[in-house]
């Protein structure tokens, strides 16, 4: 960890692969199964300062924990919970079954890790019965499209009704593609200078 704020766009950039890349995973049938800030490498910046679409950002690493869906049964599910208490995801908190929302959480603890510089800790809402963060997205980050990720990814309803994925992915694209090409490359470019730095 590090006390620099990381930028609105570059939390963006990184958001937009990460899903990406999860999704991939995910479209083959694999959960991933240990997603967390240690398992994902930044790739050098001729990668990501590509400013007709910036991809390629980060690659996920360590498939230790992964299970492929396709060899087993139809309908396979998980109740065990195989995680230290920071990445456990919402269902192996309450004891319901699991299976890709692991990643989900693990991804969405990422993400609250750069916005907030600390990890995720959750809590259900006495009122609605929802899981909820107990920090909320910064102001300086789009409060309304984070705050519908954190919603979607810590209240699947069941193992059959998981989230949309290319859904999400396209609102963040087109989040990302708005903002000015010039403060993208620049946010993206300090991000990358400072980095440079610290190794």
């Known amino acids: 960890r590090y006390r620099r704020v990381i930028p609105h766009v570059v939390i963006c950039t990184y958001a937009l692969d990460m899903l990406r890349c999860i999704h991939a995973i ?6 991933h199964g240990d997603v967390k800030p240690d398992n994902w490498l930044l790739r050098d910046k001729e990668h990501t300062m590509t400013l007709s679409r910036m991809s390629k950002s980060v690659v996920l690493i360590d498939f230790g ?6 060899l ?16 456990e995801c919402v269902e192996m908190q309450s004891r319901r079954p699991w299976t890709y929302q692991v990643d989900y959480y693990g991804l ?14 959750v809590m259900q809402d006495k009122g609605s019965g929802k899981w909820v963060p107990t920090k909320k997205p910064h102001r300086r980050v789009d409060r309304e499209f984070f705050e519908m990720l954190y919603d979607k990814f810590l209240n699947v309803p069941d193992c059959n009704h998981l989230p949309d994925l290319e859904v999400i992915i396209d609102s963040l694209d087109r989040l990302v593609k708005g903002m000015p090409t010039r403060s993208r490359a620049q946010g993206l470019m300090e991000h990358y200078q400072f980095m440079e730095k610290m190794e």
């Open 26 to 31: 995910h479209s083959t049938g694999v959960i």
């Open 108 to 121: 969405l603890s990422c993400i609250h890790m750069m916005i907030h510089n600390e990890y995720m800790s």
């Open 65 to 70: 924990r992964s299970i492929d869906m396709e």
């Open 72 to 87: 087993l049964p139809a309908g396979s599910q998980f109740t065990v919970s195989c995680h230290t208490e920071q990445f």
